[in-house]
């Protein structure tokens, strides 16, 4: 990467089941960073509950504004989680089969 460039960034979330324990995550490689996840070897709160299914992401032109919302949505009440994650993921489907079009 060129000195002053700027990287795109993604916020996620994770769950373990449908209105489940959710992770909210925040990351440069959203391939790289879910598949960690997957594999157990992500963050130790993901590892603990299990939070490996992707159910929701969106993409941000540049990493600290995808920081910024995820320090923002890390507030946000639990219902008001559920409600972007059903806007974007009604079924609550496991995207990752699906990231790899998007990044």
Same mark, same amino acid.
């Given at each position: ?50 939070? &490996? #299914?992707?159910?929701?992401? !969106?993409?941000? $032109?540049?990493?600290?504004? =995808?920081? @910024? ?7 946000? &009440? #639990?219902?008001?989680?559920? !409600?972007?994650? $059903?806007?974007?993921?009604? =079924?609550? @489907? ?10």
């Amino acid at each position: 990467m060129f000195v002053g460039m700027a990287r795109h960034g993604y916020v996620y979330i994770l769950a373990n089941r449908q209105h489940g324990t959710l992770y909210i995550g925040v990351t440069s490689d959203l391939v790289r960073r879910v598949l960690e996840h997957r594999q157990g070897v992500g963050a130790a709160f993901a590892q603990r509950y299990g939070t &490996r #299914r992707l159910v929701y992401a !969106e993409r941000h $032109e540049h990493i600290a504004d =995808a920081i @910024r919302r995820e320090k923002a949505m890390k507030k946000w &009440r #639990r219902a008001w989680k559920i !409600e972007a994650i $059903e806007r974007l993921n009604p =079924a609550w @489907r496991d995207l990752w089969t699906d990231i790899h079009n998007w990044t």
